[in-house]
């Protein structure tokens, strides 16, 4: 079992910057991909941006590419979602997940993934 807690969120103006961090705890976090997903008011939640277990790959949704970089620290159990030139339209909760079934390929769906967290709120004011 994984348990996955996020912070760093909060309100930024646009064109901004936030950190969010999602510290893991339970199965060896080196182990698995981690990924990145977010709602919005009234939408679907959706895909972000993945890592693999060490960091050596990673893939983004084209809405966020060359704008947010994701990263991890297996010596911390965290993973990290670097958020620049933020955006109105980058509000939403955002949410940590694992995936536990695979270490080096990346997966978008959300049925993919095994644990989440609860998420934090980022808020772009224009």
């Known amino acids: 079992q994984v348990q996955l807690v996020e912070s760093g969120g909060g309100l930024v103006q646009a064109g901004g910057s936030l950190r969010l961090s999602c510290a893991a705890s339970?199965?060896?976090?080196?182990?698995?991909?981690m990924g990145w997903f977010r709602q919005a008011p009234g939408k679907e939640r959706e895909f972000v941006a993945a890592?693999?277990?060490?960091?050596?790959?990673?893939y983004y949704a084209d809405s966020v590419k060359g704008r947010f970089t994701i990263s991890r620290d297996n010596a911390k159990n965290t993973v990290y979602l670097q958020m620049n030139s933020l955006k109105p339209e980058d509000t939403a909760v955002y949410y940590c997940?694992?995936?536990?079934?695979?270490?080096?390929?990346?997966?978008?769906?959300?049925?993919?993934?095994?644990?989440w967290g609860k998420g934090t709120l980022v808020t772009v004011s224009s």
């Open positions: 997940a694992a995936d536990l079934h695979r270490s080096s390929s990346l997966a978008t769906p959300e049925h993919e993934y095994d644990y």
């Open positions: 890592i693999s277990w060490n960091g050596g790959g990673s």
């Open positions: 339970g199965r060896t976090f080196s182990t698995y991909a």
